[in-house]
């Protein structure tokens, strides 16, 4: 029948998504905080540096929507890239987020 035809058409855009997979990945390097007593600033395992991986997914829609709160670009990069954050995090309570191994992290500035 037409009219059954025209139901599976109209739940098909309901249901109709848009995947977003562009995503933007950057390797920072940054000090490691010195924890030790200052007369061991010398020793090599002082200096130790440790790499980061930023991956932002959906770059242009999460920077339209930094503007429009005003979070400048550099206001970002120092919520993420801070030499000593303390991040917020928790696992996703999605199942599919939980088994790719979701987590979510709340910069201390929010």
Not at 25 to 36: G, K, R, Y
Not at 62 to 82: G, K, N, Q
């Amino acid at each position: 029948r037409q009219d059954d035809d025209d139901d599976d058409d109209d739940d098909d855009d309901a249901s109709e998504r848009i995947d977003y997979k562009i995503s933007w990945t950057s390797l920072i390097q940054l000090p490691e905080e010195d924890h030790e007593d200052e007369s061991n600033h010398d020793n090599e395992e002082n200096n130790r540096v440790r790499t980061i991986r930023v991956t932002a997914h959906a770059p242009d829609i999460f920077s339209d929507l930094r503007s429009r709160f005003e979070v400048s670009p550099t206001t970002f990069e120092r919520a993420l890239l801070s030499a000593s954050p303390n991040f917020v995090s928790f696992q996703s309570n999605s199942k599919g987020a939980a088994r790719a191994g979701g987590v979510f992290f709340f910069s201390e500035d929010g």
